[in-house]
């Protein structure tokens, strides 16, 4: 069984910086392909960011390249977003997820992560 525990969201104002992070726990964590999602109101969940087990690959959707990065440590068990340049469309609860098997294919797909944290709001005021 995964853990997976979000921290660092908030109210921040337009342009502001805020870092999200995620703590896992289970001893496999460096093998798993951690992702970000997010979700607004009246809007399905989409793919934020997401990055391999070992780093070397990453993905972000269009509207975040460029402001957002994602990051991983594993001797700490823990992957982050830093979001720079935020903007009031950013707004959304942040979902911290999980995929045990470390295949890099399909990211896009919510259902392909086995395992979710809480999520953590960001809100971005004008």
């Known amino acids: 069984q995964v853990q997976l525990v979000e921290s660092g969201g908030g109210l921040v104002q337009a342009g502001g910086s805020l870092r999200l992070s995620c703590a896992a726990s289970g001893r496999t964590f460096s093998s798993y392909v951690m992702a970000w999602f997010r979700q607004a109101p009246g809007k399905e969940r989409e793919l934020v960011a997401a990055?391999?087990?070992?780093?070397?690959?990453?993905y972000y959707t269009d509207s975040v390249k460029g402001r957002f990065t994602i990051s991983r440590d594993n001797a700490k068990n823990t992957v982050y977003l830093q979001m720079n340049s935020l903007k009031p469309d950013d707004t959304a609860v942040y979902y911290c997820a999980a995929d045990a098997t470390g295949a890099w294919a399909a990211l896009a797909n919510p259902r392909r992560f086995g395992y979710w944290g809480q999520g953590t709001q960001v809100t971005v005021s004008a």
């Open positions: 990055i391999s087990w070992s780093g070397g690959n990453t």
